[in-house]
């Protein structure tokens, strides 16, 4: 059963990811014999408390991944919105296949990360928050 | 240690290409429910045509419930089994520009809004 382990940081519960291209956006860009765009490695915020992995605009636009859907959402206040989705892929580790996620944008409220791992990729995960020793295990 | 569970994992079936790529709009409705929904597009998201036309049109797609749809601007391109036949579709027509594909959903309802979106 692969295992992903980290440590509990200041903002939480920490990760290193990679953020990929869509599956599908890739063979294109293959059938076209256009350049892939390398896998951008970065920190990621464990949430339990988002429905969607968000991605960093940056990274979006680093990857030039295109818009291709939306998600209905409702605002206290306000009527219903429509949230960007992006298809990327998110690797958690060398030992893991990489989760492909329909992902919002977002600007994290610290620096220190650029994914928000949500409830997409944690649905068929174990995850182990161990605030004694400050570290957390994912298993899948 | 947790015990084992099936994974399901992120690489998602390819299953056959659904056959209608035209624009037709499929049967008439029987009848026509207005689901008066105010769709304020977020800043940033490229697809408000895209998502303003998909809901006006959604009556009319009864037949095609669960399908993905492709939309690109005012444009319907057709109807697929799944979402990744009709990215591919979307990729092949259209190159790395955005472009809608959404499952029909007579009935989806929204989620709340748990993040703050820039």
Do not use: C
């Amino acid at each position: 059963m692969p295992r992903v382990q980290s440590k509990i940081g200041h903002d939480g519960a920490i990760v290193t990811v990679r953020v990929e291209i869509g599956e599908t956006e890739e063979a294109a860009l293959r059938a076209a014999g256009r350049p892939i765009p390398i896998p951008f490695p970065t920190t990621a915020l464990i949430d339990t408390g988002a429905s969607h992995t968000a991605v960093h605009p940056m990274i979006l636009t680093h990857l030039g991944v295109a818009q291709t859907g939306t998600a209905l959402v409702s605002v206290p206040g306000q009527d219903q919105v429509s949230l960007p989705l992006y298809r990327v892929r998110i690797s958690l580790g060398a030992r893991l296949p990489p989760f492909a996620v329909r992902a919002t944008r977002i600007i994290p409220a610290t620096h220190t990360v650029a994914v928000l791992i949500g409830r997409d990729i944690l649905a068929d995960a174990t995850l182990l928050f161990d605030g004694e020793n400050q570290a957390i295990s994912l298993w899948f | 240690m947790p015990a084992r569970r099936p994974t399901k994992r992120a690489k998602a079936s390819k299953g056959p290409e659904q056959t209608s790529a035209s624009t037709g709009n499929g049967s008439a409705p029987k009848e026509t429910p207005t689901p008066a929904l105010m769709i304020i597009p977020l800043d940033g998201d490229q697809l408000g045509q895209e998502i303003k036309f998909y809901l006006a049109h959604l009556h009319e797609w009864r037949d095609h419930e669960g399908k993905h749809v492709l939309i690109k601007g005012q444009e319907h391109v057709g109807f697929y089994r799944t979402e990744e036949a009709a990215l591919e579709e979307g990729f092949r027509r259209f190159g790395r520009v955005p472009f809608l594909v959404k499952q029909i959903l007579l009935d989806e309802q929204p989620r709340p809004l748990v993040w703050t979106v820039l």
